[in-house]
Nanobody
């Protein structure tokens, strides 16, 4: 059974930092591209960042140079280090694993940034 479990969300002040974690099981983690998405109230889910199994990364323009995605293959974990947080970063953050035609999602973790 595939499981992606996010943690690390919470309340932060603008300018502060949070680190999200996503622990996975049931997938060949080292063969998956791992990604973070987010969904703010009343908005569609949007791409935040991803990291390929070779370590290549992509970021949304809105988070580039503030957020960093990292992967720990031996422990099947992907992280999202979020610095210089803004109120616009408030959203539910979702972890995603994808390989070929397969795509799996976690349940999400709430991040709230107060200004």
């Amino acid at each position: 059974q595939v499981q992606l479990v996010e943690s690390g969300g919470g309340l932060a002040q603008a300018g502060g930092s949070l680190r999200l974690s996503c622990v996975t099981s049931g997938i060949r983690f080292d063969m998956n591209t791992m990604a973070w998405y987010r969904q703010a109230p009343g908005k569609q889910r949007e791409f935040v960042a991803d990291i390929t199994n070779f370590g290549g990364t992509n970021y949304a323009d809105s988070v580039r140079e503030r957020f960093t995605i990292l992967r720990d293959d031996p422990n099947n974990v992907v992280y999202l280090q979020m610095n210089s947080l803004k109120s616009d970063d408030t959203a539910v953050y979702y972890c995603n694993a994808r390989r070929l035609q397969d795509s799996f999602w976690g349940q999400g973790t709430q991040v709230t940034v107060s200004s």
